[in-house]
């Protein structure tokens, strides 16, 4: 790869939060690593903490990403899943918490998972949970006739101290027959959600046979003193696996048994899963009133809820409320300053700080009471001035024993110092949530001990291989954002582009014809002369049919049908692009339908010849000219409609909801296509009680030209439809917005194109726009999201790049516009200093195509003048 490519993959893969920055500045300035250390460095975080469910890992452990961990109790009846704490028990209640709640925040904040590239991680650890919940179920059929829900005994593992790789036999298998409902219906949850998450129809087929193990005797048990159940018993947890199984079969007798969950009186933990059934239930039905105990989390005091591993509750209660948050039930900021006791930069009451998350900062907690870090060295108090062995890290230790702060990074507090599965589970989540909310940090290439790194660059990189990843910056409004070289072992050209991993976007998308359910893929062509869909079918078909497609003015569809499949169950198909493709491709697989099919890779062959593999290939071989595919559909039975008008709703409706950057209120938008319409007709249903609607339809033509509507009336059927004419000068999106009602109190159920110019034949009352077209050139809340604001263009820029207005340009004037970029709330004009984007500062910065806005390209093109890539400024490519 050449130099070019290396700086440009330093700046774009990380646009919204510095998480490229890191690697390749701090080489040529070593004082902004400092930045990447602070408290809200969520990429980061979120990075970190994973890896302590690799320390904790039993049985095969193949998987494992330290160095210092080997396979471990493999003489265990049922091998598998994950040591509970600092010893190398297994017990069943946290376990299966553990697995759900990490499972609830990929479900919740997947955008986080895989905008930091961690998303490959967080599945190697929850599909080893729940092939652990599997194995330890005796299935006859349907049917459960036992379930293992303890390894070791919980005193004699205590009194062995050492590594768990030599710990021998642990002999004792706790079995249950029934009357453990409160941790098998926790394994339930589990392999639901995983399911939900990730698709593997055996975690769905066990979850439903352990939900109806646990329904027939709901009676629960206790592990001795270890993890008393009796405060709760099962209703919460059955209520908690509900959900998930609703989640995963939309079968209202899943919701109804949700519908029951307790009021949540206390946060969510491995004894009591109120709250997050309770927070289920609120997003599901929008009935919120079970979720008590959201009412507690406010203040800037540290939330103190026991003195037995207080940071794991506090973590927990911001992922809690940060889920909460996304329907403004809570608010993110609460758990952001919750977050800075943990990490070290706020002082607890009695003033003193601690960074209870071991590596992630110089001054973390280094010694944790855990076994398998120090082996050698037990926690008795004489040994405390010895350090670990080993460093565990994204452990986070159990924090201050009272709500003042008192705290001893020592190995003998096993009060204190302890950390657990489910100590971390709750912790990851609120890393994904801060970072979903905020979008700052970056993930790191090097960690002491590990040797696998999951890094934000969408490539899992070994520490000693050179591994190099490459990005591209999509054209305004494209979805493609990332690419990644193949993975060892894929032998493609040299100026192939990989889309694997967290790169491929592809989807499931249901079809309008007949319902199948159908795995597609859209992407940009990236200058590719032919592209290759790599194909993994988990059925037993024989063969596959599907297509590729593209919008040149009108759909041009290449089909492929009786593709044999390869006896490793491998397909590859080639489609040559055509010269005048359009902005994106979409490849598409008919058969098999859903889960019985994966498209694991696309490959876009810069120089049109396919990558040579063992993979046989088949041509396509059928082209059909036909009406877009990809963006309409056929109107529902009694919309009237002009037969030229094109209707996008179902799976056709890209519609989003967008937090505001004024006043963070989330509204409902939706980005399309004008595909030569000379009018638009946007559909709304309204979900409260509000009279009116308020919002605006945008378009980029070299500025924003925007007109809005307010005070439209809601029909009496709680229906609205607002027409919009296009411009003559309309950009290659139009973006239509809902400002009120917010969030889920209106829903955008249809956009109709009118190519005629008229609007559609319908019953429902339509109200005009209000206000005249206005052109705005300065900061608005729909400004184009691929930039900050436009400058303006009546202020000239004093120096080319001088994003900070310190008279010189330097690395900081990157950093900064990434910031602005990543947090204009924090970073953009709202101060003077040079720690935001002043409206001068903008006007300097603007050096890519000037008086298109501030954008990741001209963070780029500062960072190549200063290595002496380009010669100048301003420039018009890079």
Excluded at 334 to 361: I, P, R
Excluded at 368 to 396: E, F
Excluded at 831 to 856: I, L, P, Y
Aim: proline share 3%; charged share 20%; glycine share 10%.
């Amino acid at each position: 790869m050449n130099k070019f490519n290396r700086l440009k993959s330093a700046i774009i893969s990380g646009a919204v939060a510095m998480s490229a920055l890191a690697a390749p500045l701090s080489a040529v300035s070593p004082s902004l690593t400092a930045n990447a250390a602070d408290g809200d460095n969520y990429a980061k975080l979120l990075q970190y903490s994973l890896y302590f469910y690799d320390a904790n890992m039993c049985g095969n452990n193949s998987d494992c990403a330290l160095s210092w961990r080997g396979n471990c109790h493999t003489s265990d009846v049922v091998p598998g899943g994950f040591h509970d704490a600092g010893d190398h028990v297994m017990f069943g209640q946290p376990q299966g918490y553990a697995a759900s709640t990490l499972g609830w925040s990929y479900y919740e904040f997947k955008d986080a998972y895989e905008g930091t590239g961690q998303g490959a991680h967080l599945k190697v650890i929850t599909d080893k949970f729940a092939k652990f919940f599997r194995d330890a179920t005796e299935l006859n059929g349907n049917t459960v006739s036992r379930v293992l829900i303890e390894k070791g005994e919980g005193n004699t593992d205590h009194n062995y101290w050492g590594a768990p790789e030599t710990q021998g036999d642990r002999g004792r298998m706790l079995w249950t027959t029934g009357g453990a409902a409160n941790v098998t219906a926790e394994y339930a949850a589990a392999l639901a959600a995983n399911y939900v998450n990730f698709g593997n129809p055996d975690d769905l087929k066990y979850a439903k046979a352990l939900y109806d193990f646990s329904k027939k005797d709901t009676g629960f048990y206790s592990a001795g003193t270890f993890y008393d159940a009796h405060w709760t018993g099962s209703e919460d947890e059955m209520a908690w696996a509900a959900g998930w199984l609703y989640l995963a079969t939309k079968d209202n007798s899943y919701l109804n048994d949700l519908k029951n969950c307790p009021t949540a009186y206390s946060v969510h933990s491995w004894e009591s899963v109120q709250l997050g059934a309770a927070i289920l239930k609120g997003e599901i039905t929008g009935d919120w009133g079970s979720a008590a105990e959201l009412g507690k989390f406010s203040g800037n005091n540290y939330y103190f809820a026991n003195e037995w591993g207080s940071a794991r509750h506090n973590a927990t209660a911001q992922l809690c409320s940060l889920v909460a948050a996304k329907h403004n039930k809570a608010d993110s900021s609460w758990a952001k300053g919750q977050m800075e006791y943990l990490t070290g930069d706020k002082a607890f009451a009695n003033g003193q700080s601690h960074c209870l998350v071991v590596g992630f900062k110089p001054n973390s907690s280094k010694n944790p009471h855990h076994r398998a870090a120090s082996p050698d060295v037990d926690a008795s108090k004489q040994n405390d001035g010895q350090n670990n062995k080993y460093l565990l890290v994204g452990a986070l230790c159990g924090g201050p024993l009272d709500a003042n702060g008192t705290y001893q990074d020592i190995r003998s507090d096993y009060q204190g110092n302890e950390v657990a599965i489910d100590y971390n589970a709750g912790f990851v989540g609120a890393a994904a949530g801060l970072y979903h909310f905020y979008k700052t940090g970056s993930t790191v290439s090097q960690i002491e001990g590990v040797k696998k790194i999951y890094s934000g660059s969408g490539a899992d990189i070994t520490p000693g291989n050179n591994t190099t990843t490459t990005t591209t910056q999509p054209n305004p409004g494209s979805n493609v954002t990332t690419t990644t070289t193949p993975n060892p072992g894929t032998s493609t050209s040299d100026d192939d582009i990989v889309l694997e991993g967290s790169s491929l976007k592809a989807v499931k998308e249901e079809s309008t014809v007949d319902g199948a359910i159908n795995n597609v893929c859209e992407f940009a062509p990236q200058g590719a002369k032919s592209v290759t869909m790599y194909l993994k079918v988990n059925s037993n078909d024989t063969e596959v049919s599907g297509g590729f497609g593209t919008w040149t003015g009108e759909w041009e569809q290449e089909e492929f049908s009786g593709v044999k499949v390869n006896s490793d169950k491998t397909v590859a198909i080639d489609y040559t692009v055509p010269s005048n493709v359009g902005s994106t491709i979409k490849a598409m697989v008919w058969w098999p339908h859903d889960d019985d099919v994966t498209i694991t890779k696309i490959v876009l062959h810069k120089g049109g010849s396919s990558s040579s593999n063992n993979t046989t290939k088949a041509t396509t071989k059928a082209t059909t000219t036909q009406p877009r595919v990809t963006t309409t559909t056929t109107p529902n039975p009694g919309t009237s409609t002009s037969s030229d008008d094109i209707v996008l709703e179902g799976s056709s409706l890209k519609a989003v909801k967008e937090e505001s950057t004024v006043d963070g209120a989330i509204n409902n938008v939706c980005e399309f296509a004008p595909q030569g319409a000379k009018s638009v007709t946007m559909y709304l249903k309204v979900n409260s009680n509000d009279t009116e609607v308020s919002g605006g339809f945008g378009t980029w033509t070299g500025e924003w030209e925007q007109e809005e509507f307010s005070g439209v009336k809601v029909n009496s059927d709680k229906t609205v439809a607002i027409d919009y004419t296009v411009p003559s000068n309309v950009g290659s999106t139009i973006k239509a917005m809902v400002w009120w009602p917010h969030d889920d109190d209106v829903t955008i159920t249809k956009i109709v194109l009118h190519k005629s110019g008229s609007s559609s034949n319908v019953t429902t009352t339509r109200a005009t726009t209000t206000t005249t077209r206005t052109t705005t050139k300065e900061t608005t809340t729909t400004t184009r999201t691929t930039t900050t604001t436009a400058p303006n263009k009546e202020l000239d820029a004093k120096l080319l790049g001088d994003a900070n207005c310190d008279n010189q340009v330097d690395l900081s004037d990157v950093v900064l516009i990434m910031q602005a970029l990543a947090n204009p709330n924090k970073y953009g004009i709202n101060g003077s200093d040079r720690t935001h984007m002043t409206e001068q500062g903008q006007a300097n910065a603007d050096v890519h195509k000037r008086g298109n806005g501030v954008t990741s390209n001209d963070a780029l093109a500062i960072q190549l003048k200063l290595l002496n890539v380009i010669s100048s400024l301003p420039v018009d490519q890079v």
